[in-house]
């Protein structure tokens, strides 16, 4: 048997504060003290603040990662985020740790001042470890758990801080354009074997010249092709081996893209560039005139007979117009086979225009659009061609182009125009801006026979 012991003296799981009474009391408790050594473990949570204060403010000040750096990191992305994956696990486990810590001294001080019941102290236990009790009330079970997969939550946050991410930079570079300034290049050359303008053939494609001549078939593709029968915004192959399109008219700018802007190429990462250079904005006019006449009207201005042969299709311009100027004029005579080409006119103008060329490098396609004046009193755009001379030889082409597809049976010109001319008609049929405009087929035949611009822009 146990000795009769009062209650009072039941030895206490852990000892209360007592406060001296007087000089003659025991002297009073002194808190319990822990080393500054102890509290040293907490500097390491300076690494994940230090890195957080970075983060933000390298968000805020729009930092971007270039060069070496920028490329080492495309070319090791798998092990770039296992290494991610790593320092997000240790700066976790950094703060789980301090956390803990935390936990475990404040048990401390408030085991000192209160008695606790078995299973806070298993709670408390297991939240400076952390681990999960599940002898533990619900209540309490529920805050180990979350504790403990804490680390995990931590790590996928910092996992996704600490990954890098695409973004759009802009750089400054140089592309090369075409130069106007020496024309003495640019001039009507005959059709006759060795009388063709310079040339030059190499991977990139074939550059010369004669266009109307050396490149007809690519050009008489592209006039098959002039009109969308779907009423949207025409996609044509650029003409050499660069594989670009323009998407839309191209107003004969652009032809830098794959030539002659390696130094954007060189540019790591690069997606697209744009860049304004200045050109003629292409305009075309065509009316039926029924009342030519076939034959010389002015001295040094001609119109074309009308041939005899049913599957002839012929292009007049001015050999040596009086004066070179901004517009253009042009007359068709077909045979039978192409009656709806007979008596078409047009009056081409071509204006000065800035035009901004943007180029999508992975995507290969070439999308120009003019850029608009500022302010009525600005300055204007100044001509490539300011004697229109080069004008000239560009019309003179289609005078070239359709002298050489003259046939017995068939015009390829002609077929080719006819299929405009078709695709013409079924856009205007299933576009809703056409639903209340019925075009007749002398409209359809003008307007269609008009997207022939993509010969001269």
């Not at 750089?171 to 005959?190: A, F, G, R």
Request: charged content about 15%.
């Amino acid at each position: 048997m146990h000795k009769g012991n009062t209650p009072d003296e039941i030895q206490r799981l852990f000892p209360l504060p007592t406060t001296a009474k007087n000089d003659c009391d025991l002297p009073a408790a002194t808190p319990n003290t822990v080393a500054w050594s102890k509290h040293l473990p907490f500097s390491l949570h300076l690494i994940p603040l230090i890195l957080s204060i970075l983060l933000i403010f390298s968000d805020a000040r729009n930092w971007h990662v270039s060069g070496n750096l920028d490329t080492l990191v495309d070319q090791y992305r798998t092990s770039v985020q296992t290494a991610v994956q790593a320092i997000a696990a240790v700066l976790a486990a950094i703060e789980v740790f301090v956390l803990c810590r935390l936990i475990n001294l404040a048990t401390r001080i408030w085991f000192t001042r209160a008695s606790v019941s078995l299973n806070t102290l298993s709670f408390w236990s297991a939240l400076s470890t952390p681990t999960i009790n599940w002898s533990l009330p619900f209540r309490m079970v529920t805050i180990t758990v979350v504790l403990s997969n804490l680390s995990a939550v931590i790590s996928a946050l910092w996992t996704g801080a600490l990954t890098p991410a695409n973004t759009t930079s802009i750089q400054n570079t140089t592309v090369l354009v075409p130069d106007w300034s020496n024309l003495s290049y640019i001039q009507e050359y005959p059709s006759e074997v060795d009388k063709t303008g310079l040339t030059i053939r190499n991977t990139k494609g074939y550059f010369t010249y004669s266009v109307g001549i050396s490149m007809l078939g690519s050009l008489l593709s592209s006039v098959n092709s002039a009109s969308p029968v779907d009423g949207g915004i025409r996609n044509h192959v650029k003409l050499d081996n660069t594989g670009y399109s323009y998407h839309g008219r191209s107003y004969g700018v652009g032809a830098s893209a794959g030539l002659l802007d390696g130094s954007v190429l060189k540019t790591p990462r690069a997606t697209n560039y744009s860049y304004n250079e200045v050109g003629l904005d292409t305009a075309v006019s065509c009316i039926y005139n029924g009342s030519s006449l076939f034959q010389t009207l002015l001295p040094g201005i001609f119109s074309l007979h009308r041939p005899g042969n049913s599957s002839i299709v012929a292009i007049g311009v001015a050999a040596k117009p009086i004066a070179f100027i901004a517009t253009r004029y042009m007359a068709v005579a077909a045979g039978n086979n192409y009656a709806f080409l007979n008596a078409a006119q047009c009056a081409i103008t071509f204006t000065p225009a800035l035009f901004n060329v943007s180029t999508n490098i992975k995507g290969r396609n070439i999308t120009v659009s003019k850029v608009p004046v500022s302010e009525p009193s600005a300055s204007p755009t100044p001509s490539i061609d300011p004697d229109h001379n080069m004008t000239h030889v560009v019309m003179r082409q289609l005078e070239l182009i359709a002298n050489d597809l003259t046939g017995y049976y068939r015009s390829p010109l002609g077929d080719a125009l006819n299929t405009s001319i078709s695709d013409y008609r079924t856009s205007a049929a299933n576009t809703k801006r056409n639903m209340t405009e019925t075009l007749s087929e002398t409209q359809v035949a003008l307007r269609g026979a008009g997207k022939r611009r993509s010969l001269l822009s």
